[in-house]
């Protein structure tokens, strides 16, 4: 096989401290690559007035594969006011970087597992009727399709007259026709056939895959009659292609309560673009927190790994650094098994669940303990010696 090569793009904050971590265990496990660097980020906002450089987007289309540490992204008003004089007023506006790249690159398939590791103390836990407690197994994987819905991006403050010409066609507009255009802003929620058919193929061939027995559609087709609607009912339709597998319907808002009572019940579930955001963070909960959650966007060309946590600038210049590097080491993982190494990946996951079994290392965030440089004095691993830690349970 071909020695591969990684377009490694730290981002911001705490993006540029466990991205190296992730190496470091992918070289202990014997993953022979090469690694690029590629900026992305909000200095290339400030000084070159785009977030992610075409630079960046060129490794990507050569090499096809990338890990993605974490950005740090602000309200249109603060990034208008730290973009450089140089180049204010020369009509640049901020994009997520990642938001773009995904669409860019019909990056569409984004999948988040949320796996319990017995013995990591921020696991759920359920309250038994004889006073104990229990801590049922979590072992979901949200499917998220990636590049539409309330994300695609199509919005406007004070829209122009034609596009609210059109809004006024809509018989429900009427509610609206007499606000001012400088007092609304307007975001459509896109949900195209194909790309629904698409993630819920994902989603059920991953059940067939794994054993899952059951795949939950997490939708609002009750409110959202058009867009919730059809993305439901091209679910539907794929599982006629899938017969074993049972297609669950839940709502957004109950799965939120379903979750918290009884989450050992969901496998699969697939949701619209800021449904699964919502139901992947909410599932991370339950699992350790974004300390514990990972992501891989896919594309048919081009895939990316990331963690889902934020940028947390506050973080990045503590020495030694003390934030979780596991989700972007799991993120890791996605990327061995998007390219085959499965065994690598396995025996990652075997070293991550062995060192929270055994407890004797544990990031601040494991320990309930607020985040600062003293959590080092009150028993708290610093990032690097987490990795040292799973490093050695290889």
Known sequence: MARRTIV???GDG???VVLPEAIRVLQAVGFDADYVHGDIGWDFWIHEGNALPQRTIDLLTQHKIGLFGAITSKS???ADAELSPALRGKGYSYFSPIVTMRQHFNLDVCVRPCLSFPGNPLNF???KPDGGFEEPKVNAVVFRQNTEGLYAGVEWTNPPEHVRKAFESHKKWG???SVPPEELAVSLRIITRSASRRICHAAFEYARRFG????TICEKPNVLRETSGMFTEEAKRVARDFPGIALWETNIDAQMMWLTKNPEDYGVIVCSNMFGDIVSDAFAGLVGGLGFACSANLGEEVA????THGSAPKYEKLSPSIVNPIAM???ACLMLDHLGETARSERIKRAIAAVVAEGRVRTYDMLRLAGGPDVLRQGAASTTQMTDAIIAKL
């Open 175 to 177: 509610a609206f026709k």
């Open 304 to 307: 990316v790994f990331e963690p």
């Open 8 to 10: 490694t793009m730290p």
């Open 212 to 215: 899952y027995k059951s795949v």
């Open 14 to 16: 705490i993006g540029k």
């Open 125 to 127: 836990i359920r309250r």
């Open 329 to 331: 080491i799991l993120s």
């Open 76 to 78: 249109k008003d603060k």
